[in-house]
């Protein structure tokens, strides 16, 4: 059974930084890809970032290229997304979830294992 447990999200201001944590269990991690989620309210899930098994291949949505960092360390079963330069706009509930395709994370398709997300607010 895997798990995914997402931590680190909270209230901050437009501008300021955040890092999210997803810890994993239960799969051999170092051998799948990660990604990050995101659902505002009333919007659908889309994908933010995702990450290679090795790290070695990152994909970012255009909307967070600059502003964001995927990372994992695979000797912690744990995936990270340093969020900087927030904006209103990035308020949301973010997920982690992982696949051993990294197309499949990037198109957010037929994606089985999911976290139950962590909530980021940015205000204005």
């Known amino acids: 059974q895997v798990q995914l447990v997402e931590s680190g999200g909270g209230l901050v201001q437009a501008g300021g930084s955040l890092r999210l944590s997803c810890a994993a269990s239960?799969?051999?991690?170092?051998?799948?890809?990660m990604g990050w989620f995101r659902q505002a309210p009333g919007k659908e899930r889309d994908t933010v970032a995702a990450?290679?098994?090795?790290?070695?291949?990152?994909y970012y949505t255009d909307s967070v290229k600059g502003r964001f960092t995927i990372s994992r360390d695979n000797a912690k079963n744990t995936v990270y997304l340093q969020m900087n330069s927030l904006k209103p706009e990035d308020t949301a509930v973010y997920y982690c979830?992982?696949?051993?395709?990294?197309?499949?994370?990037?198109?957010?398709?037929?994606?089985?294992?999911w976290g139950k997300g962590t909530l980021v607010t940015v205000s204005s």
């Open positions: 979830a992982t696949d051993s395709s990294m197309a499949k994370l990037r198109a957010n398709y037929a994606i089985y294992y």
């Open positions: 239960g799969r051999t991690f170092s051998t799948y890809a």
């Open positions: 990450i290679s098994w090795n790290g070695g291949i990152t």
